[in-house]
Every structure is written in structure tokens, then in C-alpha cells.
């Protein structure tokens, strides 16, 4: 069983930084894949970054590529997720999640079992 609890969400203006923290509590194994996901109002669960826990490789939404870095903390079993040049369709509610399957990077919310409450991110114009 794996708790995940988010922190650092906010409002900001366009152009600014914000970092997200999510603790896990329970065992992390290896294998696993921890990943930020965000929802918008009235819009689907979408994937934004993820990284494998023991190989920390690391995937990225086309959407945040080159803006968003996320990064992890193994001996705090943390995973944080850095945003910068945030424009207002970042706004959403940001979910940290993790995934027990041990194949590549998964990118699907049905992929992932463990989620944590959400953190709200609002970026103003």
C-alpha cells in the first residue's frame, strides 16, 4: 500500500515558477513509476511527466516538454515536479500518482494505482 500526498500548488501569473512536492509513505519498489498527472474542468485526466524509480528515466507530455522537469528523491521518497514559464492552460488540478508496472514508462491514468488528493495550480493571464 502506498499513500501520496501533494503539496506546492498555488496561483500564479503567467511566466512564473511553482514546484510540486509529493511524499510517499509505504514501499516504493523499484520497479515502480511515480507521475503528475493534471485535470482541467470539464477535461479528461491528462499525463504530464513521470520518471522510473530505479532507473529514474523520464517522460514528458509534448505540452510541458522543455518547460516542466520532474525529479525524484529516493532516500525522501519524493518525487517533485518543477514548472516553469507556466501559462494559464496550466491550470488544473495536479495528481501525483504511482505505477507497480515494471514496464516502460506508463502514461495512462488506468495504469497507476496509487493516487494521492490532488493539488490545485491556477495560473492567471
Known amino acids: 500500500q502506498v499513500q501520496l500526498v501533494e503539496s506546492g500548488g498555488g496561483l500564479v501569473q503567467a511566466g512564473d515558477s511553482l514546484k510540486l512536492s509529493c511524499a510517499a509513505s509505504?514501499?516504493?519498489?523499484?520497479?515502480?513509476?511515480l507521475g503528475w498527472f493534471r485535470q482541467a474542468p470539464g477535461k479528461e485526466r491528462a499525463f504530464v511527466a513521470a520518471?522510473?524509480?530505479?532507473?529514474?528515466?523520464?517522460e514528458y507530455s509534448d505540452s510541458v516538454k522543455g518547460r516542466f522537469a520532474i525529479s525524484r528523491d529516493a532516500a525522501m521518497n519524493t518525487v517533485y515536479l518543477e514548472m516553469n514559464s507556466l501559462k494559464p492552460e496550466d491550470t488544473a488540478v495536479y495528481y501525483c500518482?504511482?505505477?507497480?508496472?515494471?514496464?516502460?514508462?506508463?502514461?495512462?491514468?488506468?495504469?497507476?494505482?496509487?493516487w494521492g488528493q490532488g493539488t490545485q495550480v491556477t495560473v492567471s493571464s
Open positions: 500518482a504511482a505505477s507497480p508496472d515494471g514496464w516502460g514508462v506508463p502514461k495512462q491514468p488506468t495504469d497507476y494505482k496509487y
Open positions: 509505504g514501499v516504493i519498489y523499484s520497479s515502480y513509476t
Open positions: 520518471v522510473k524509480w530505479r532507473l529514474n528515466k523520464k
